[in-house]
């Protein structure tokens, strides 16, 4: 038997060009769920040194949703926040939540998003004037 025959009897061979379409479509896949963006969340304003716990939400247009993380502060937030998420380029509804203390009325924030191709996402934040 040569090293050809054994080559092609070997179960490798079988699948190598199921392991190739798999590995293909692997690449291709994680390179159409997005690029690593991050989001720089711009606090202006008074009332931001009242806030102790913040979540964001980052929505698809259809509403599912994307990307979801609470952060808490005892102090109260810096001015400049930083969340890292994976978003192709597009326009995404987003819900920041602002609480001030446990069992306080939760603060809603409504924003769009708009991701273009860089890197870098940045969105002011107001909380509102009447709270």
């Known amino acids: 038997m040569s090293l050809r025959s054994a080559w092609k009897a070997h179960p490798l061979a ?9 590995g ?13 963006r991050e989001l720089v969340w711009e606090l202006e304003g008074a009332g931001w040194s009242a806030v102790r716990a913040l979540e964001f939400q980052v929505q698809a247009p259809d509403g599912d949703l994307l990307k979801r993380e609470e952060r808490f502060y005892p ?4 001015r400049e926040l930083r969340l890292e998420v994976q978003l192709p380029a597009g326009r995404y509804p987003t819900l920041v939540l602002a609480r ?15 991701v273009g191709d860089g890197a870098y996402v940045t969105q002011r934040l107001r909380l509102p004037a009447a709270r």
């Open 100 to 114: 001030t203390a446990p069992g306080a009325p939760v603060i809603p924030l409504r924003v769009t998003l708009e």
């Open 14 to 22: 079988r699948r190598l060009p199921f392991l190739l379409l798999a």
């Open 75 to 78: 102090q109260g937030p810096e």
């Open 24 to 36: 293909v479509g692997l690449w291709l896949w994680q390179g159409t769920s997005g690029t690593q």
